[in-house]
């Protein structure tokens, strides 16, 4: 794909950039998505079965299993191009700023440093009645395990449906969206709220907004710029054509 060359002057101007990512930056390491057809993890499951307190408070073994599962597949996969190539944008600007819904790990695991993970970190466990986070407790053989501290139940740290985001998180999200230049939205399908306020937060306050995701999504329409390819392959490109 061809980057368009308008796009790289904007780029090449930017002092603050805002990347927001969304499952379609891990769907080419092997996670799936939430909501593709074919393979979308939403698919298989209901989410209010899954990824609830309700859903956990009625069957703990069930949601502890799925998120074993998830991590399993997330352990055994690795950051692709697209992660990578955020790494190098991050070293291009002055100001820049990476926010993600993805609870894998993997920008970090690339090497990205100014992070904000909107919906926590699948390998963070936490006590399910004080919120605590722990990171290491015995082996009882119970499912879900035990929180060492109170006893109560063990759960993955992330932020489940019915929750609300991290607030400090949510804040720094919406003040980097608001006063950057140049905004991506990449990988995500912009319609899980908060989140998807922050594209249009970035439109508000006169930024470039740019699309990457290889399906239409409800934000497509508004975006300066929609690049109609897979985040592996049209980041790598962009952080190409600003070398040159
Ligand atoms: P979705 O599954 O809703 O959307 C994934 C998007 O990635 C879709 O628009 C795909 O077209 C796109 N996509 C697929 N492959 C891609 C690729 N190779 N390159 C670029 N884009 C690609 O996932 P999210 O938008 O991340 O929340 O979902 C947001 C939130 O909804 C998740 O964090 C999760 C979910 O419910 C919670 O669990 C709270």
């Not at 692709?80 to 920008?107: I, K, R």
Request: some cysteine.
């Amino acid at each position: 794909m061809t980057i368009p060359e308008k796009l790289l002057q904007q780029l090449a101007t930017a002092q603050r950039v805002t990347v927001l990512t969304g499952a379609g930056v891990s769907a080419e390491s092997g996670v799936p998505t939430f909501r593709d057809a074919q393979t979308g993890l939403w698919e298989k499951y209901k989410p209010e079965e899954l990824a609830t307190p309700t859903a956990f408070r009625r069957n703990p073994r069930l949601v502890w299993e799925w998120y074993a599962w998830r991590r399993k597949l997330v352990a055994d996969a690795k950051p692709n191009p697209a992660h990578f190539a955020l790494v190098e944008l991050e070293s291009m600007f002055p100001n820049f700023q990476l926010v993600t819904q993805n609870v894998d790990g993997f920008h970090h695991q690339a090497g990205s440093r100014r992070i904000v993970e909107l919906h926590g970190n699948i390998n963070r466990t936490k006590c399910f009645d004080e919120g605590t986070v722990i990171a290491s407790w015995n082996d009882t053989g119970d499912i879900p395990p035990k929180c060492p501290k109170c006893g109560g139940l063990l759960r993955p740290d992330v932020v489940w449906f019915e929750e609300p985001l991290p607030e400090a998180e949510i804040e720094q999200a919406t003040t980097a969206s608001s006063e950057c230049d140049v905004f991506l939205c990449v990988g995500t399908s912009a319609l899980v709220y908060p989140a998807a306020a922050l594209p249009y937060a970035a439109l508000r306050s006169g930024a470039t907004v740019v699309e990457i995701n290889p399906q239409e999504t409800p934000f497509t329409a508004q975006a300066h710029f929609a690049l109609a390819g897979k985040a592996g392959v049209v980041l790598p490109e962009i952080v190409k054509a600003l070398k040159r």
